[in-house]
């Protein structure tokens, strides 16, 4: 059984740098195919994909936040953890990590998906000063 | 950016059929998936790959690709299937995903 945990400050003041950790059991980030993401939901509003990482380490970033993102994993604590610089209050949000199932590569080409089957819970993240 | 349009609401009567589209240039060339979200609650995957059907997910969803827009399906609705309906795929490179705006599905 697939599960995640979102974890992380609560309320950050603007300016300051988001710290979020992903953990994870029933699946390991060193087999082939496997990525984790994040996405968030800022309340009353849709969802929006933030970031991906995979297995072989590639790393997927939202083109419109990729300056601020950064995604790490630490395979011996089946951990991804998720950093966005230069918090504003619009990044007031609930924040969700999501195993990926499916990425393959062929010919020195690696392919993916992207959907999320199973999602944590979330955890939600105030800014403001 | 890449981008994909729903409409904001679809209301439909039990037992009714519900269809919530989803259009996108890239369409045609990438997968589109599904996402079911209850107020308070984590989204949970209903469809992948354009119209497979994750298992414990009721057949009464189904999912369907025509050019530049999918379908997801709801026949038979029932009262438990309101909620917010995400579309997501990506851009017409495969570099990276994005969701649509949602739907609200309301059951009358």
């Known amino acids: 059984q697939i599960t995640l945990k979102e974890s992380g400050p609560t309320l950050v003041k603007p300016t300051q740098t988001l710290t979020l950790t992903c953990t994870f059991s029933?699946?390991?980030?060193?087999?082939?195919?496997?990525?984790v993401g994040w996405i968030r939901q800022p309340p009353g509003k849709a969802l929006e994909w933030l970031a991906l990482?995979?297995?072989?380490?590639?790393?997927r970033y939202s083109p419109s936040l990729k300056s601020r993102l950064t995604i790490t994993k630490d395979t011996s604590k089946n951990q991804v953890v998720l950093t966005m610089t230069n918090m504003d209050p619009v990044d007031t949000a609930t924040y969700y990590c999501?195993?990926?199932?499916?990425?393959?590569?062929?010919?020195?080409?690696?392919?993916?998906?992207?959907?999320?089957?199973?999602w944590g819970k979330g955890t939600t993240v105030t800014v403001s000063s | 950016s890449y981008e994909l349009t729903q409409p904001p609401s679809v209301s439909v009567s039990p037992g009714q059929t519900a269809r919530i589209t989803c259009s996108g240039d890239?369409?045609?060339?990438?997968?589109a998936y599904w996402y079911q979200q209850k107020p308070g609650q984590a989204p949970v995957l209903v469809i992948y790959?354009?119209?497979e059907r994750p298992s414990g997910i009721p057949e009464r969803f189904s999912g369907s690709s025509s050019g530049t827009t999918v379908t997801l399906t709801i026949s038979g609705v029932q009262a438990e299937d309101e909620a917010d309906y995400y579309c997501?795929?990506?851009?017409?490179?495969?570099?990276?995903?994005?969701f649509g705006g949602g739907t609200k599905l309301t059951v009358l």
């Open positions: 890239a369409l045609p060339k990438q997968y």
């Open positions: 997501q795929s990506a851009d017409s490179s495969g570099t990276y995903p994005e």
């Open positions: 790959k354009d119209s």
């Open positions: 990482i995979y297995w072989n380490d590639d790393k």
């Open positions: 999501a195993h990926s199932p499916y990425g393959y590569c062929s010919g020195g080409s690696c392919y993916y998906y992207y959907y999320m089957d199973v």
């Open positions: 029933g699946f390991s980030l060193s087999t082939s195919g496997v990525g």
